[in-house]
């Protein structure tokens, strides 16, 4: 009897472990003295802002392998239920048998109708995967990205940007040393790094006490024109591979 891609179940049940470990690593590095908090006036208008500097040091390279595993489980899911789909349909895999995700659809209409032709699928499937799955960049963006973003690790490590993302209790002090009060002391930090310190113009102020910082890493991909955050992103391929699998097993009737 068909276990219902019970690989495939078991490859996102590890990715999810891999994610889990890379969240339970930021939570103990939140916890160290990473990171450094100044304070830059702005000559011209006298306003002050709160700069975040990730020291040096950070061991990307622990979290590098673990981003890799992830990704590489999740493909290998998607990989599965084609393979067994090609098996359902009375077709015969061979050691190059994939699923198909292409850069547009005509690419992967290409593929599929080949796929078709050859007897690997069935209408149903390449409806299925066309229609419904839309595996291209147009069609569906999250298992488009889990493909680059796994084809890249295969040559190179995908070595992630550590970034602030919030600090919350900072204490503010005067030239004298003195604190200050009515300031407020929680910042979010964008790309920049940067955040206005509102209320504080035309002062002259330090950072007394640093607070505590929530950290995330970044993966810049030239291709996407953006920079995505690791462990949200991951969990979003996690859930696209678990529908992608949901899908077939609902439409072939398993």
């Known amino acids: ?62 979290y590098a392998p673990i981003l890799g595993d992830a990704l590489h489980n999740l493909r290998s899911a998607l990989d599965f239920i084609y393979y067994e789909t090609v098996f359902l349909c009375g077709g015969t895999p061979t050691k190059w ?77 005067d030239e004298q040393h003195r604190a200050l009060a009515g300031l407020r002391d929680q910042f979010f930090f964008g790309e920049s790094g940067v955040a206005l310190l509102e209320g504080a113009t035309g002062m002259n102020i330090n950072v007394k006490h640093k607070g505590h910082a929530a950290i995330d890493i970044l993966i810049a991909r030239d291709i996407l024109k953006k920079i995505q955050p690791v462990v949200p992103t991951l969990r979003g391929f996690a859930e696209e591979v678990t529908k992608v699998v949901n899908v077939f097993v609902e439409a072939l009737g398993l």
């Open 1 to 62: 009897m068909f276990d219902g891609f019970i690989g495939s179940r078991l490859k996102i049940k590890r990715a999810y472990k891999h994610v889990s470990e890379i969240a339970s690593l930021l939570q103990s590095l939140s916890e160290t003295n990473f990171y450094d908090l100044t304070v830059e006036k702005d000559a011209n208008s006298g306003e002050n802002f709160l700069r975040a500097n990730i020291k040096e040091g950070i061991p990307a390279d622990e």
């Open 97 to 173: 048998t994939r699923f198909p995700i292409r850069d547009t659809r005509e690419e992967l209409v290409s593929h599929l109708d080949s796929a078709l032709k050859a007897k690997q699928i069935s209408i149903l499937v390449r409806s299925l995967v066309l229609d419904v799955v839309k595996p291209y960049k147009t069609g569906n963006i999250a298992l488009w990205t889990l493909d680059d973003w796994n084809i890249t690790d295969k040559h190179e490590l995908l070595v992630p940007v550590f970034k602030l993302v919030i600090v919350n209790q900072v204490g503010f002090e």
